[in-house]
Nanobody, 127 residues
Framework: QVQLVESGGGLVQAGGSLRLSCAIS????????MGWFRQAPGKERVFVAT????????YYLGSVKGRFTISRDNANNTMYLQMNSLKPEDTAVYYC????????????????????WGQGTRVTVSA
């Protein structure tokens, strides 16, 4: 089993930046891919970005591509989401997730493909 703990959320003005971290513990060697999802108030949780643990290939939600960067530090078992040029519509609770199953060469995009989740960290972007 893998345990995930997010950190780095907070309040930021539009145009600002935040870096989210996801600390991973447990059976980390079995992870194939990691991902970030977000859930805005009153909306369903949606995919944001994914990265394969070994190769580091990435894939993004279209609306964050070019503004967000997903990365991982294999040595320290940590995944990151660097968020730049933040917009009010990025306001949400952000969750990191891990999966042991192969989904695609670019990672995993669907919630059902993930089998471990963090508790979430809140990001609020003010106008």
């Amino acid at each position: 089993q893998v345990q995930l703990v997010e950190s780095g959320g907070g309040l930021v003005q539009a145009g600002g930046s935040l870096r989210l971290s996801c600390a991973i513990s447990g059976r980390t060697f079995s992870s194939y891919a990691m991902g970030w999802f977000r859930q805005a108030p009153g909306k369903e949780r949606v995919f944001v970005a994914t990265i394969t643990w070994s190769a580091g290939t990435t894939y993004y939600l279209g609306s964050v591509k070019g503004r967000f960067t997903i990365s991982r530090d294999n040595a320290n078992n940590t995944m990151y989401l660097q968020m730049n040029s933040l917009k009010p519509e990025d306001t949400a609770v952000y969750y990191c997730a891990s999966t042991t199953q192969y989904c695609s060469g670019y990672g995993c995009y669907a919630e059902y493909e993930y089998n471990s989740w963090g508790q979430g960290t809140r990001v609020t972007v003010s106008a």
